[in-house]
């Protein structure tokens, strides 16, 4: 089964902190998406990637930068956290060829910034 | 860019069949997608349609139609455990493969 992790389920930080979220998947898939999703507005693209080193802006960037060294893993970076960034994060990730374009989420990590 | 439209409630009676839509607006389109995601759940895939027509899968079907920029998620025989929010989603057209979700229907079941 794949399986992708993340490294919080609960996150507190304060305004202004920069903030690390991070993303591994074990199945050796090329695309990695970060999403944050608020009641009422659905899933929103905030960065992915289609390759080590890779990215493209998705949707909503702005506050955010995101980091892919190795294959497995897609780091999402709130570089000075806002109270306006509270929310659930979401990551996938996708093999491509498969036809059907399957994406596998993470738990998620609920954030709260105060 | 992508724009995508779903009811955002809809309820239906345990045991009936409901219809999801899903209308889009895009740049560049190649498939459409629906996931189910329980409340604190992430969200799981269901169905996927690159070419018009209906798939099914069990209790579920899917059908696109290009030329309408539209399509629905179809559930039959409701079970109280179907309660869960429904999205569309865009697969865009190009090298990257950015998708793009909708804003969710959530369905209700009652008994």
């Known amino acids: 089964d794949v399986k992708v992790t993340q490294s919080s389920r609960y996150l507190v930080k304060r305004t202004g902190e920069k903030v690390f979220l991070e993303c591994v998947q074990d199945?050796?898939?090329?695309?990695m998406f970060w999403y944050r999703q608020d009641p009422g507005l659905g899933l929103r693209l905030i960065y992915f990637?289609?390759?080590?080193?890779?990215?493209e802006k998705g949707d909503i960037p702005e506050g955010y930068s995101v980091s892919r060294e190795k294959k497995e893993r897609f780091s999402l970076i709130l570089e000075s956290a806002s109270t306006n960034q509270t929310s659930m994060y979401l990551c996938?990730?996708?093999?491509?060829?498969?036809?059907?374009?399957?994406?596998?989420f993470g738990p998620g990590t609920r954030l709260t910034v105060t | 860019g992508q724009s995508l439209e779903q009811p955002s409630e809809v309820t239906a009676v345990e045991g009936a069949i409901v219809q999801i839509n899903c209308t889009y607006q895009?740049?560049?389109?190649?498939?459409l997608s629906w996931y189910q995601q329980h409340d604190g759940g992430a969200p799981t895939f269901l169905s996927y349609?690159?070419?018009?027509g209906l798939e099914e899968t069990g209790r579920f079907s899917s059908f696109l139609s290009r030329s309408d920029s539209y399509g629905y998620l179809l559930l039959q025989e409701l079970q109280m455990k179907d309660s869960a929010s429904y999205f569309c989603?865009?697969?865009?057209?190009?090298?990257?493969?950015?998708?793009?979700f909708g804003t969710g229907t959530k369905l209700q079941v009652i008994p």
């Open positions: 199945m050796d898939h090329e695309n």
């Open positions: 349609n690159g070419l018009d």
């Open positions: 996938a990730s996708i093999r491509l060829g498969t036809g059907t374009y399957e994406q596998y």
């Open positions: 895009t740049s560049g389109f190649y498939g």
């Open positions: 990637s289609y390759d080590v080193k890779m990215k």
């Open positions: 989603a865009v697969r865009e057209s190009g090298g990257y493969q950015k998708v793009t």
